[in-house]
């Protein structure tokens, strides 16, 4: 089952699979289940461990920082907030059009 959140219109909130449709991402990276990134065209399905994040408007975090608080997070929640903080460090703010969507594919037990 995939994790998902997204920052849209200022607000953080969990997230569907209908948020992304329609959407045109500036930016999509796919992390593996070790953390390599690589940045893709389409939304990928998530193998268990993979993560994905994709963004449209100016979003002000570097990709090793997507990693490292990829490594980090322990759901789509903390990595968002983590990369939010990260942004809102550099710019001070959150821009109205800024849209947001980080999914982890769950490990299952």
Known sequence: ?????????????EAFE??????EPAVIFHLT????LREISEPPALGEGEG???????????PLEIQIEFFK???ARKWLEALILRHTDRVRRI?????VLAGVEEVSA
């Open 73 to 75: 997070a322990g759901s």
């Open 52 to 62: 994905v994040v994709m963004y449209a408007g100016d979003f002000y975090v570097d």
């Open 1 to 13: 089952m995939t994790d998902r959140y997204c920052l849209q219109y200022g607000r953080l909130r």
């Open 33 to 36: 289940a070790d953390g390599a």
């Open 18 to 23: 209908e948020d992304a449709a329609g959407r």
């Open 95 to 99: 821009e109205d059009d800024l849209w």
